[in-house]
């Protein structure tokens, strides 16, 4: 089983006391099954870019984060999946970020758990298992 974490788990990662749940949760899995999106690369390095000291900062963010976990690219399949998703969602009326819904195609497309804080946006969309490791 692979788990695709999401930029919200990512990012508790940074801070000075990150979550203990998540800590324990990480631990518990080998590193070859933890993955991200490209996507939630693209959101941390934004996130870094507006920072005063982003330099020292994404050095950080790389080397203790993003060089421990694969980083699964963003192809044909998963813009596919997510142009259906982003349809399907917009016909129920329940629309999410289009970041969000190519995490989630992501995720599909290589049958990955998503890890994720947002479970409202990420249980909106069909074929993906949802779980929230910040909670017990």
Not at 29 to 37: D, M, N, Y
């Amino acid at each position: 089983m692979k788990y695709l974490l999401d930029t919200n788990i990512l990012s508790q990662l940074i801070k000075k006391s990150p979550n203990s749940h998540l800590i324990t949760r990480l631990a518990s899995k080998s590193p070859q099954s933890l993955v991200t999106s490209c996507i939630c690369v693209m959101e941390l390095r934004f996130g870094s870019a507006l920072r005063k000291d982003f330099e020292s900062f994404w050095s950080n963010v790389f080397e203790e984060i993003l060089s421990r976990v694969g980083i699964l690219p963003l192809g044909f399949e998963e813009v596919l999946i997510a142009g259906d998703t982003l349809a399907q969602l917009q016909k129920a009326g329940e629309p999410i970020g289009i970041e969000d819904v190519l995490i989630a195609s992501t995720a599909i497309n290589h049958q990955c758990t998503m890890v994720t804080a947002n479970i409202r946006h990420f249980s909106k969309i069909k074929g993906i298992i949802v779980e929230n490791w910040l909670e017990p």
